[in-house]
């Protein structure tokens, strides 16, 4: 493993002074005790900690969220704002008969009304789910309907192109709530305007058990349809202490992550953890663009920034010289998630950007940072970095049944946590079996491969499934496959990532079409089309190969291991269970 590190220089004053002796001397109990809790001893909510409690104090004023709009018009919400906003959200939600636990959704971009709709649900102890809008009918139909959602916050224009068609089959789904809709359209489809408009603006917090569902976010397996990972209210203490201890708030902050709120890393660090740690969070509308990112960093005087593997490598090919043409001395500390983060980007931006970037890793499944490279550690470029302290990490040799714990570095196994930290995951939405599949004793099992080495530090390997990273969403190949089985050419389909130098992996298919067809460019493209429009672009498959018959083992499962070892031209390893065609 290389040997090459790099130390930030000590010219402030990180809240994780001392990695070791945090590790050693970390209380969960004591963290819990700087968050506030419900006046009245009721509990835990996540709303109260993010906002409702700032709105008391001398941070009333201070902006919370500043929302740059596509036009780059700037909005800016005090924690004061956000207080009465949500507030009103929430008793709009309970006029409308949402109780406990019922699932709220949004499909939108990032507009502020997402941000209000999030923490104003949580406000009610409903559950809040948000959608991709680049989603396509399908996934926002699996999704919608798998989750239970009876209300869905979108845009008149989402609602007319993917929503309405979908509504028969929706039938839990109780009111579409529009945010450009100055009047209802009918009995369920209503304005949030005015909504928000007849809403009172103050809104007491029920008593919230800490294990009261508050989020559910759906991530792709292998097997199967996406799976709804549920958290709870806890889980904003993760929120806090990683707030604090891996991206280092510091009250006066300015804080931007440049995730979406459909993916975990959007809501988790794009709206709870800068709130409760009450610095000011930016959010960029717009989709990424190298130029514009780079001002906004200048004009809003970010100091702490949050993006990921696939944009930073965007901005390694533009050929800008971010130093000489934006003022970034504002910039303290860049964090990356969600993919490998090759040591080559983070020497890059050492140069180019005039420090490293600091990788993390976790999961949906984890709802916070758990290993992570910090400010005050010494950084080994491609390494995730170390546990977060309070967690435990190991790299463990995983069976149906059992889980042995591997203590020799540099050794690849299953990437494990130990059960218990806040913002665990308590369970896939009527799902049991697959989240019992995941669970050995003590130990969660998160589908990734890793190393650790002497320093315990950890080495991503790559996934132990099938599961494609594109732009850093997250792709089952069976939600795709199922999309292209239902061409009506197609008789069976594959998909696997195929590495890319920008997006990571792109989604290639191989199909076999039905008997007496054979593929041509127009049918690729026909395909391809196909699924764009069902599964939208960030999900479909970029490339489509026809084969005559895919790759499958003895009991018909097949082996996407096998297509991809063809593809990059790799060992095809263990084929002993490949069915003799
Ligand atoms: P998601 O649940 O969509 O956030 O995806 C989680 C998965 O992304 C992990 O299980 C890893 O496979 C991958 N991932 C996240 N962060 C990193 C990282 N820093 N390095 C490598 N892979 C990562």
Redo the contacts with the bound molecule.
């Keep these: 493993m290389p040997e090459e590190s790099i130390v930030l220089p000590r010219d402030f004053s990180h809240n994780l002074a001392d990695y070791e002796s945090c590790r050693h001397t970390f209380d969960w109990q004591l963290e819990r005790s700087r968050l506030d809790g419900l006046p009245g001893n009721r509990g835990l909510n996540i709303s109260h900690e993010a906002v409702d409690r700032h709105a008391k104090t001398e941070l009333a004023d201070t902006i919370a969220i500043r929302w740059v709009g596509k036009d780059r018009s700037v909005k800016d919400f005090t924690y004061a704002d956000m207080h009465h906003l949500t507030s009103r959200f929430a008793n709009a939600l309970v006029e409308l008969g949402i109780q406990k636990g019922d699932k709220v959704f949004t499909l939108t971009g990032r507009i502020p009304e997402l941000y209000i709709a999030a923490l104003g649900t949580f406000k009610t102890t409903a559950v809040f789910s948000p959608l991709f809008s680049v989603f396509g009918p399908e996934p926002i139909f699996q999704r919608l309907s798998r989750g239970d959602g009876k209300i869905l916050v979108t845009t008149r224009a989402l609602y007319e192109k993917r929503i309405k068609a979908l509504m028969d089959r929706l039938p839990l789904l109780r009111f579409i709530l529009l945010t450009d809709e100055e009047a209802d359209i009918d009995e369920k489809v209503l304005s949030l305007p005015r909504l928000m408009e007849e809403a009172y603006d103050d809104f007491f917090i029920p008593a919230t058990d800490p294990e009261d569902p508050a989020l559910l976010h759906f991530?792709s397996g292998t097997t199967g349809m996406p799976k709804g990972a549920l958290h709870v209210h806890n889980a904003v203490l993760m929120h806090y202490v990683t707030g604090k201890y891996v991206l280092d708030f510091h009250r006066g902050d300015i804080f931007w992550c440049t995730a979406d709120p459909g993916?975990?890393?959007g809501t988790s660090y794009g709206i709870i953890a800068p709130l409760v740690c009450g610095v000011t969070s930016v959010i960029d509308e717009e989709e990424f663009d190298a130029a514009r990112w780079y001002s906004i960093l200048e004009e809003q005087k970010v100091n702490i920034w949050y993006t990921a593997p696939t944009a930073i490598r965007r901005l390694m090919r533009v050929n800008l010289a971010p130093l000489e043409k934006y003022d970034l001395k504002s910039l303290r500390l860049i964090c990356?998630?969600?993919?490998?983060?090759h040591a080559d980007a983070v020497r890059w931006a050492e140069k180019t950007l005039g420090m490293p970037i600091l990788?993390?890793?976790?999961?949906?499944?984890t709802g916070g940072i758990m290993i992570a490279n910090y400010a005050t550690l010494k950084i080994k470029p491609g390494s995730?970095g170390r546990p977060l302290p309070g967690t435990e990490a190991a790299i463990a040799n995983v069976t149906e049944t059992s889980i042995q714990i591997i203590d020799e570095p540099g050794k690849q196994g299953q990437l494990v946590l130990k059960k218990g930290w806040p913002s665990m995951f308590r369970g896939y939405l009527h799902d049991e079996e697959r989240y019992n599949k995941c669970l050995r004793g003590e130990w969660y099992i998160?589908?990734?491969l890793a190393k650790i080495d002497a320093d315990g530090y950890f080495w991503?390997v790559g996934?132990a499934d099938d599961i494609i990273?594109t732009s850093g969403?997250?792709v089952g190949p069976f939600e795709v496959e199922s999309v292209l089985m239902e061409h009506p050419e197609v008789a069976e389909a594959a998909i696997i990532g195929k590495p890319d130098p920008v997006i990571g992996e792109i989604v290639k298919a191989f199909i076999v079409l039905k008997a007496g067809l054979s593929g041509d460019e127009n049918t690729q493209m026909d395909i391809i089309g196909f699924a764009r429009k069902k599964l939208g672009p960030a999900v479909a498959p970029k490339e489509i190969a026809f084969v005559t018959e895919l790759p499958k083992t003895k009991s018909g499962k097949i082996l996407r291991r096998l297509l991809k070892a063809r593809e990059l031209g790799l060992p095809e390893g263990d084929v002993s269970t490949l069915e003799q065609s």
Excluded: A, C, Y
């Design positions: 991530t993916w975990v890393t990356s998630v969600g993919e490998p983060l990788d993390n890793w976790w999961q949906t499944e995730m998160t589908g990734d991503f996934r990273k969403h997250m």
